[in-house]
């Protein structure tokens, strides 16, 4: 196992065991206070228990090598496994906030506000220092899967302050106008969360989706590499044509079309430009694999590849 997997791994680790104590926690919470968003924070990061525990086990198949059998190798079993996480965390916050529309039109709830919104800062508090733990442990990976998880914490952290500012504020709506709304405030805020993380999630959705089925990636990636390349091609006098790019998970394939002024190809020279651009690519984009393809000339027929030396 290499540095990068065991990296991976006790990032997976760290996000499982700290997730099981905070669902935990919030369903004694949830319990007590009887509130709709803390029980809503309970079931997702219990959700997310499932996913990473399914991930321990599927995540040395990603770092299996490709083969003729298998071209991407695992890779995009990957992207598959990162669209059901997705479904199933929009599937639970969906849920919920059926749920909590249904309590509300029922004539709401009402709830300690002080309480839930001290619990939610010491959850905020902690959710911070384990981001902050996993993403440092991060810095040199470029997994999908750990970063789906770190947008996990990112949610949590911004659940857990948001709820903390909102249940201190709604401690004074007895003494406002907007008294009527207190037996409703707590499902107002789970919905409210709930549409907030509703755009990123589907992002990330949208994102893996388009990895399994080979779409060319955004715009930002492909002029990326453009700016990556093109300086490396001039060097060798290659000019560019155009780019195949392709993303399966974590691994970004690109070949690069590209035509030459002269009659004949040099095998070493080739091979030389093929090397100083996939070590251009390797420095700013990690698990990226280049290959550089002579284009036929304008008489439809192959140039000469491999004479002279």
Known sequence: ?????????????????????????????AMFTHSQSVLMDAAYDSSELVVIILTLFLTPLFH???????PYGFLQAESVFVI??????????????ANSLTLALSGGKRVDGNSIALFQIVLGIASLVVYLIMAGLNRSLSSPTVKAELFGWK??????????????GSTFLDRTPLAFLSPYFDQIVAIAIVIGMLPENIKMLWASI????????????????????????????????FYDITRTGRKIWISVYFKIEEENLPVRRLEKASETVQAALEEQIPDSVSELILMPDESGLPKEVGCPL
């Open 155 to 168: 949610l949590d952290i911004r659940y857990s302050m948001g709820m903390a500012c909102a249940f201190f």
């Open 1 to 29: 196992m290499t540095s990068s997997e065991k990296d991976e791994e006790r990032i997976l680790w760290i996000s499982l065991l700290a997730g099981a104590a905070f669902a935990v926690a919030e369903f004694i919470n």
């Open 210 to 241: 388009q990895d399994v089925f080979l779409f060319a990636p955004g715009e930002e990636l492909v002029e990326k590499v453009k700016e990556i390349c093109e300086p490396q091609l001039q060097q060798f006098g290659f000019e560019s044509l």
């Open 64 to 70: 299996r090598p490709i083969s003729e059998k298998r």
């Open 84 to 97: 059901i996480k997705n479904f199933m965390l929009l599937s639970v916050s969906l849920g919920l906030m």
